[in-house]
């Protein structure tokens, strides 16, 4: 398997903007955190690897998201089974060059990836819109206030995040719950990381 550090010098090799750099390093870490509160405590490196990776192509590839992927990860040496997973978090969403992404989340660590990379965004939206810009203090109330809000991070899909709880078997709520719960677990590491380059 390809190693951690290996995955990030990959995911650097093309991607350059701090915030998909930031992204990245928050679905990895909420992933990990998942892998251990699910029970996979022994592929928490491995779940941390799939969404370090999952979105390798969105920054120089907008269009073709999760079309292009396979091919950036193929060169990089990356196995078929991440590059199965890191497509599947696009399943059934119309990219813009008009195709619909039809690789399915079939194991529990793709359908955790699909129904917490969307939401991850959605929360680190409203935690900036709090005067401590954390998730820290954040409640789960509040986080579903914002969340209701339709005009409020419009660009993160509440139906791909819906989807995906419903994929896992989760109300909805349990899902809003566990992820800032692991957003909140990890936000000290990921500004350290983002300090440190």
Avoid at 105 to 133: C, H, N, Q
Wanted: net charge negative; hydrophobic share 40%.
């Amino acid at each position: 398997m390809i190693s951690r550090e290996e995955a990030f010098e990959l995911l650097k090799k093309y991607n350059k903007d701090p915030f998909h750099i930031q992204h990245a390093l928050t679905v990895e870490a909420v992933m990990k955190w998942y892998a251990n509160e699910l029970g996979y405590a022994d592929e928490e490196e491995y779940w941390g690897i799939v969404g370090l990776l999952h979105d390798i192509d969105f920054e120089l590839y907008p269009e073709e998201h999760c079309l292009k992927a396979p091919e950036l990860l193929k060169e990089g040496g990356v196995s078929e089974d991440i590059i199965h997973a890191v497509c599947s978090h696009g399943y059934g969403i119309t990219v813009g060059c008009g195709t619909t992404i039809d690789v399915e989340p079939t194991r529990e660590m793709e359908k955790v990836l699909f129904a917490a990379d969307e939401l991850t965004g959605l929360i680190w939206a409203a935690a900036l819109m709090r005067p401590s810009k954390s998730t820290k203090d954040m409640e789960l109330k509040s986080l579903k206030k914002k969340y209701k809000s339709k005009g409020f991070a419009a660009g993160c899909s509440r139906d791909v995040i819906e989807r995906g709880a419903d994929q896992l078997g989760w109300e909805l709520n349990d899902l809003l719950d566990k992820t800032l719960h692991a957003m909140a677990a990890c936000e000290d590491n990921i500004n350290e990381a983002m300090l440190a380059g």
